[in-house]
């Protein structure tokens, strides 16, 4: 059984996991598209639409890793390349949140969307490129950064929606 073989449980779940949550995601930010607060535009590039990419990253490394490859070392360089695109993409995010003045970012902010992704997009872009020359110990790698990425997006969706609620249901003024 090759190593990749193995992890078919693992991206079917992860996946349809992504896959769903995007899908919510879509239905949540259409239900609150209602009344958008001041300077939406800027805070969604920096705060909602990086849950949609962290899914979106997960859904397609599930994809990328139980297509029918002839060796493990084209899923390899591909998911070094994701990851190292992934990289790049967390440091436009951290520039997007340092100059959004719609919201006041908390450290737990920087931590959640800045500092967390770029460390799973980095461990993607090193296991990634590390299965070049071991694959099952670099399969750990990559699994750990989908689920890291489908766990933020979980919790910084959770976070995103609890506070434009929270914003929303406030008497204006205050």
């Not at 449980?9 to 992860?14: N, R």
């Not at 609150?32 to 805070?43: D, S, Y």
Request: net charge positive; hydrophobic share 55%; charged share 10%.
């Amino acid at each position: 059984m090759s190593e990749l073989a193995k992890w078919d449980s693992f991206c079917v779940i992860v996946g349809s996991a992504a896959g769903a949550l995007i899908g919510l995601q879509f239905v949540v930010m259409t239900l609150i598209a209602e009344r958008p607060p001041h300077g939406v535009n800027e805070a969604g590039n920096a705060f909602a639409t990086p849950v949609i990419v962290y899914f979106a990253t997960a859904l397609l490394m599930s994809a990328l890793l139980r297509a029918p490859w002839l060796d493990a070392a084209t899923p390899a360089l591909v998911s070094g390349t994701v990851g190292l695109l992934g990289t790049a993409y967390a440091l436009i995010v951290i520039r997007r949140m340092y100059r959004q003045k719609a919201y006041q970012t908390t450290t737990d902010d920087w931590v959640h969307y800045g500092v967390f992704p770029l460390i799973a997009y980095i461990v993607l872009a090193a296991s990634g490129f590390a299965g070049l020359t071991s694959t099952h110990w670099a399969m750990f790698g990559v699994g750990a950064a989908m689920l890291i990425l489908l766990f933020l997006g979980i919790r910084n969706a959770w976070d995103s929606v609890l506070y434009l609620v929270i914003k929303r249901n406030k008497p204006e003024g205050q």
